[in-house]
């Protein structure tokens, strides 16, 4: 039997570690190809509107070796699209992602793959970093508190520290694929999907060459569209906020009529009344707040614009039936 691996490896300005990257992916597939794991292999470029010489250097790997693909965007669309894509287009049994700036080690690849076929019905590989080594503070600080909130209230449930580096079998990607929202979150995509998940420790490995992409707001967005892709709950406390705000106000309310009637004393407290409204005031404001963010989601994927735009791409040819356009080399 034919045994495949698809190597799936988003791209965004990493023309520093492309060559790097290759030289040490084809060394450890070739290993896994002579261990008997798989038979062959394909490596899947998605050069994500890079700026600089990604592309080149892509293009240059695929005219020499049958074995590189590359999928070329028509701008910056992010690393979730660029999965997207991957998985879209490869044709192996078995497919992993992978950075292309080294941190998610090849080496891993061989105790991965024997993990995977231990008899144990495994049907994904993750990996999860044991250590933040070489991140700022302030960054796992922030990391640590999302994973702490998006387990406590969502269905799925993100292991602390994982990647995408993932290997999994072909049904596991077409069940990725299967999912068709547009704000894509795959951390938490992975766990709804299912499959028997072997999440295997590593230590952080920092970047071989260039710096994250990821900045900090881009990297709160990012955790603020996981919550409001896989929960509810926001909306729900803020009804909840809502109803106690309005049941504390009535008694407020009751109690001070009361007295005027009993004892007649005088409503006093102006600071008090400006508090409270600056308070409410916010409280509302943070209410219609969450709501927009729910609603600008329906908003986004009500528009149904596709995830990303090929500007070219060389791909195998049974990679895409469905999308003939793109089977040749588009360049
Ligand atoms: N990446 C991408 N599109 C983007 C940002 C990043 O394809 O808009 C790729 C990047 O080239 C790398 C991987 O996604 O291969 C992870 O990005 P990065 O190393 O910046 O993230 P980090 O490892 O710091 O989480
Ligand atoms: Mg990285």
Known sequence: MVRSLSVVVPCHNEAENI?????????TADFLCQRGDISTYELLFVDDGSKDETLALIKEIAAKDQRAYYISFTRNFGKEAAML????HCRGQYAVVMDADLQDPPQLLPEMFFILNNGQGWECVATRRVDRRGEPPIRSAFARL?????????????????????LMTRRMVDSILSLKEKSRFSKGLFVWAGYRT?????????????????????????????????????????????????????????????????????????????????????IQLLGIGILGQYLGKIFIESKNRPDYVILDAHLPLESSPDNPCELEDLS
């Open 85 to 88: 894509a991957g998985f879209a």
């Open 146 to 166: 999302f994973y702490f909130m998006i387990n406590r209230i969502s269905d799925v449930q993100i292991v602390s520290g994982a990647r995408d580096f993932r």
């Open 198 to 282: 072997y999440y295997m420790d590593y230590s952080n490995v920092e970047r071989s060459h260039g710096n994250t992409s990821w900045s900090f707001w881009k990297l709160l967005k990012y955790s603020l569209d996981g919550i409001t892709a896989f929960s509810v709950a926001p909306l729900q406390a803020s009804a909840i906020a809502g109803l106690l705000f309005c049941a504390g106000s009535m008694a407020a309310v009751l109690y001070f009529v009361i007295q005027k009637l009993t004892v007649n004393i005088p409503i006093q407290g102006y600071a008090m009344l400006i508090c409270s409204l600056f308070l409410l005031g916010g």
């Open 19 to 27: 060559p790097l990257f290759y030289k040490e992916i084809t060394q």
